[in-house]
């Protein structure tokens, strides 16, 4: 369909969770609006949230959940659309939900379900979608805007920018808002991937790849302690993976960008203390000195782990626990309850789950969304410098954000 010089009261760009929930909450308030969306479907980015599942939102929501440095910001936006609120939006357009230790996903536990309803409420709601469209320039122009795309020009009253930020970019988050941003006098802070995988170059990641095991991980950087998580973690050949080690990962990123020295360090045995590991060799010493050292831990800690921690710390495989004696074996207790990797950086944004940086919260007003720099314009979801911890944290912002822009923009067209 030819967009040539069509006009309307808000043209959203971004056909994701934010861009879909701006655009349905300013057709609800009586105004026309235009979705841009460069790829060919709507809400791509929802099909991977929660494993497929899509974890929505989070009854435990609350600013101290999202880790950019402006909180009180996220906080005020989030009171705006609050969880009950997404709730009943989501029953309204037939979707139930279910929750499991607080994280809220579909009753149906499938993401396409979600995508669909949104999908079939913004066709009902009348929003005219415009796919494959992409805004090559925005122009502000006797007090609206006049958006050049491949599929024609549109003029438009007010206009949100939704487009998300770098990662995924397989489903159309390619960083081109950043562009579109500073052409519109915006400061953007460095993209950088957030709850992403981290890299090492750790010799022992090989051996203890495909181990999946409680732990808790703690980054340094400089020998300066930035955030630490427990949970399940993944060891991998390049490093670690796993929602703990997504939780802390835009830290270490952060700071390897900055040029400093990065430790993930990771107890292997959080439930138990130093204390009472070596209490117990000395009682199991004596029964089990012939046992060699692998087989005398294999039933504290996965195998290819403790097999990983001997090799770090030089010591024969097959010495027994006899001939390793107190000292060596307190040495690898203590090894895994402080195993470090090197961090050379982390996965590319093509894994990465979010973005940290983008649009300078400092230039956007957070009671409204509309820039403090052009007037008209407003923002929602990742393309601010927002990013949360997993467990629908960044969902519910792209909800709370875009309802707020749609909403602001709507009266400002109705005035």
């Not at 879909?20 to 026309?32: D, Q």
């Not at 989501?90 to 809220?104: A, L, M, N």
């Not at 996965?347 to 403090?372: D, F, H, I, T, W």
Request: net charge neutral; proline share 2%.
């Amino acid at each position: 369909m030819k967009a040539d010089k069509f006009k309307c009261g808000c043209a959203v760009v971004g056909g994701g969770a934010a861009g879909m929930m701006a655009a349905l909450t300013a057709a609800g308030h009586g105004v026309n609006v235009i979705l841009i969306e460069h790829t060919k479907r709507l809400g791509s980015k929802l099909l991977q949230t929660g494993n497929g599942k899509c974890n929505f939102t989070n009854l435990d929501m609350g600013k101290e959940h999202f880790q950019n440095e402006d909180r009180e910001f996220v906080g005020k936006v989030l009171e705006s659309f609050q969880v009950s609120d997404t709730l009943e939006f989501f029953k309204e357009i037939g979707i139930y939900s279910r929750q499991r230790g607080g994280y809220v996903y579909p009753n149906s536990e499938t993401a396409a379900s979600l995508q669909d309803a949104l999908r079939a409420e913004v066709e009902r709601s009348g929003v005219i979608v415009y796919t494959e469209c992409q805004v090559e320039r925005i122009k502000r122009e006797r007090g609206g805007f006049v958006l050049e795309t491949n599929q024609g020009r549109i003029n438009a009253d007010t206009l949100i920018l939704a487009t998300g930020s770098k990662a995924a970019p397989k489903t159309g988050s390619d960083g081109s808002g950043y562009i579109l941003a500073k052409s519109l006098s915006h400061s953007i802070i460095k993209p950088l991937p957030a709850l992403v995988q981290l890299t090492s170059d750790n010799r022992q990641c090989k051996v203890m790849a495909g181990v999946r095991s409680t732990g808790r991980v703690t980054i340094y950087a400089d020998g300066k302690k930035l955030a630490e998580d427990l949970g399940e973690i993944q060891y991998t050949e390049y490093g670690i993976s796993g929602i703990p080690v997504f939780q802390v990962s835009r830290y270490a990123v952060k700071a390897k960008d900055r040029k400093k020295e990065v430790l993930a360090v990771v107890d292997m045995l959080p439930e138990f203390s130093e204390e009472e590991l070596r209490e117990d060799i000395r009682k199991r010493l004596e029964k089990e000195e012939n046992k060699d050292i692998v087989s005398f831990f294999a039933g504290l800690l996965n195998k290819k782990l403790v097999q990983g921690v001997v090799k770090s710390v030089g010591a024969d495989m097959n010495m027994t626990a006899g001939q390793a004696g107190e000292k060596k074996l307190y040495r690898l207790v203590r090894e895994m309850k402080e195993y470090s990797f090197d961090i050379t950086g982390s996965r590319s944004y093509e894994y990465a789950q979010v973005c940290q940086g983008g649009v300078k919260l400092s230039e956007v007003n957070p009671e409204s969304m509309e820039s403090r720099l052009c007037r008209g314009l407003y923002f929602a979801g990742e393309l601010l410098d927002v990013d949360g911890k997993c467990g629908g944290y960044n969902l519910q912002w792209a909800w709370s954000s875009g309802y707020l822009a749609g909403k602001s923009a709507a009266e400002v067209c109705n005035d």
